[in-house]
């Protein structure tokens, strides 16, 4: 197995909710390895708190408790840090300024970092750039304006944007989630050749189950805060052991089913500020036991890389 | 049999730079108590198609050709893009009701989901009493799975799947014989989408009403709908089953949607995509649209624009060129 290039370790955070009612639990004790050449994925639905240990690991705002190592260590100062971890979000039209050229927005990384030596240098990275996330020809992108570009290519230009500095760690919140369909695969197609050719960590934070099966090595899932499951992909997705995993592959949209899902309510997701107590999937849970209603299940380690949190992992679960 | 047929309808955005037809010469058959499937891309006129049927654009879109036909059940067929002002409400919410994707955007934030059911009684249908209407609103959100006693909730009190739920109960308030639904769960969860579109169906089988339903998730209709037509750059390039299109795609573009999303069962298959990126509506390629994309392009793709005959509109089907 590769070298952990990043990891969060018991990362906790709590907002501060509106007009003093309390606090958000938005991420609870989560711990997560990256390894460099490796895809991982993160899903879980919207709220649960995946888009929180992106912005944990990605040092944007501190945690409550918790930390965040870099290759094994803590490492101090903004720039420095950013100059190894980058982040690609959801909406390629928010995240580039609509004021200024693709060049710019690749350059400025550039020379913020101290990569650049003469202008001609410049012009020469920004070209690479280019070449690696396959906007070509590169002199026909270098000087169009955002509005210019179709949503994959600025999804692109935010990927070249995020390579720029050179990082070694890439984390992609909802990378396609805005893209569409006939363009998703490409853009997840560059991510996943990055990890490979380049060593890059990554992690694929996403709602989409399916998409995690085919692009990622490992997938962790989310619930309402905190982790339930983890595993290889296939293993996970082919035969999950977590209650709330079952529900999100069989709620997923899949023409290939083969049995009609069951047409029982499921209810929603908890509220955070007031999260139920012990496991906080059991008052959804089909399966749930007096316990898990008390007390938060530990993490239990089922073999091959695989674990999850819940009272019922010894098998009496499916 | 038919509840609305659309026949050669034609849309266009007028701007400063010219027109740009968002939908064009678009034909379409909705029968009765069916879920038509309309799947496309972003610009692919699905919305405005949808727009359009319900009377609901507004400038600079204009309806530039074409007709739109309601079938009553038991009454004359009617015009729909020559209604008056008038007819025209007594049209919508009786005959035809649209749910949007943003239920936050289409329920009036400061009135209870109560007394937004209740408006439409009301206006609708005048001569029912106060307590008729109150029970009927009740009977309607619990037949979304709204419990009664949400009836006084603003809607920023309901979570998005009970929102969404609200609006489908405002959609059902009389007993529509259309109802377009136009990306309603796409802003939701999967579990909670799931749900949601059990209770569409089941509500269709209670009621009867046909559903246009319009998501870009070909997936996702594929297990939802009756029948599925697919749009590429404002024209209906395929209709066929969810059935015919899921097991045997004719036109280049299903089969490369068909091969874009990934699945979760079965062995990993290779994902295959579609190359290069949805065309500009202010300057289409000559030809078929799709043709600068498609891996099965020929000499005649990019002069002969295919028409639809019957179910799929691909010079390749019309015994022209390679198989």
């Known amino acids: 197995m590769s070298a952990v290039v990043l990891e969060g370790r018991n990362l906790t955070k709590h907002f501060k909710a509106a007009r003093g009612r309390g606090s958000v639990r938005a991420v609870e004790d989560v711990s997560l390895t990256l390894r460099a050449g490796s895809v991982t994925a993160l899903v879980g639905e919207s709220g649960c708190g995946k888009s929180t240990v992106a912005r944990l690991l990605a040092q944007v705002y501190p945690p409550t408790s918790g930390e965040v190592l870099l290759r094994g260590e803590k490492v101090k100062g903004f720039r420095e840090y950013r100059r190894q971890v980058q982040l690609i979000f959801q909406d390629p039209f928010a995240s580039l300024n609509p004021f200024h050229r693709v060049r710019y927005h690749l350059a400025r990384p550039m020379r913020v970092h101290g990569h650049v030596r003469s202008d001609a240098h410049e012009r020469e990275l920004v070209a690479e750039l280019l070449e690696r996330v396959s906007l070509t020809p590169v002199e026909q992108f270098m000087d169009k304006l955002p509005h210019e570009l179709s949503g994959g290519q600025r999804q692109r230009v935010a990927i070249a944007r995020a390579l720029a500095v050179r990082p070694v760690a890439l984390i992609a919140d909802e990378p396609v989630s805005m893209l569409d369909v006939s363009i998703r695969l490409g853009v997840l197609r560059l991510l996943e050749e990055l990890a490979d050719d380049s060593g890059l960590a990554l992690l694929y934070i996403t709602h989409d189950i399916a998409s995690a099966r085919y692009f990622a090595e490992d997938i962790t899932v989310m619930y309402a805060g905190r982790l339930i499951e983890s595993g290889p992909a296939e293993a996970l997705t082919q035969a999950a052991r977590h209650p709330y995993t079952r529900l999100l592959l069989d709620s997923a949209p899949d023409p290939d089913r083969v049995t009609r899902p069951d047409r029982t309510r499921h209810g929603e997701p908890p509220s955070l500020v007031s999260p139920p107590s012990g496991c906080r999937f059991h008052p959804r849970c089909p399966v749930a036991l007096p316990v898990c209603s008390s007390e938060v299940p530990g993490r239990t380690d089922l073999g091959d890389g695989r674990w999850t949190h819940c009272w019922q992992a010894d098998g009496a679960v499916g | ?323």
């Open chain 2, 1 to 323: 049999m038919n509840v609305m047929e659309v026949r050669g309808l034609g849309v266009d955005y007028l701007s400063s730079s010219g027109a740009v037809h968002a939908v064009a010469d678009v034909s379409l058959d909705l029968r009765r108590g069916e879920i038509l499937g309309l799947a496309g891309e972003s610009g692919s006129g699905k919305s405005t198609l949808a727009h359009a049927i319900g009377r609901l654009l507004r400038p600079p879109a204009t309806i530039t050709g074409g007709s739109v036909t309601y079938h009553r059940p038991d009454g004359p067929a009617v015009d729909v893009l020559k209604l008056k002002r008038e007819e025209l409400r007594a049209f919508r919410w009786r005959e035809l009701a649209v749910v949007f994707q943003s239920a936050m955007n289409s329920l009036n934030p400061v009135s209870t989901v109560g007394a937004q059911i209740d408006d439409v009684l009301r206006i609708h249908v005048p001569d029912l009493p106060r307590k008729a209407r109150t029970e009927r609103s009740v009977e309607l959100l619990q037949r979304v799975g709204i419990s009664a006693d949400r009836r006084r909730s603003y809607p920023h009190e309901l979570s998005g799947g009970m929102r969404q739920r609200a609006a489908i109960a405002i959609a059902l308030a009389l007993n529509p014989e259309i109802i377009i639904m136009d990306e309603p769960t796409t802003a939701l969860d999967v579990v909670v989408q799931r749900d949601i579109l059990h209770e569409i169906r089941a509500l269709r089988e209670e009621y009867g009403f046909a559903v246009m339903f319009i998501t870009h998730d070909l997936s996702l209709l594929m297990e939802i709908s009756d029948r599925i037509a697919i749009m590429y750059a404002g024209r209906v390039v395929e209709t066929g089953t969810a059935r015919a299109l899921h097991q045997a795609p004719r036109h280049p573009y299903t089969l490369g949607l068909l091969r874009s999303f990934p699945r979760l069962h079965g062995p990993r298959e290779e994902l295959l995509g579609i190359p290069g990126t949805p065309p500009d509506l202010r300057s289409l390629p000559p030809g078929c649209a799709f043709h600068p994309r498609c891996r099965f392009a020929f000499h005649a793709c990019d002069s002969t624009l295919p028409q639809l005959d019957p179910d799929v509109a691909c010079l390749l089907n019309e015994g022209k060129g390679v198989r």
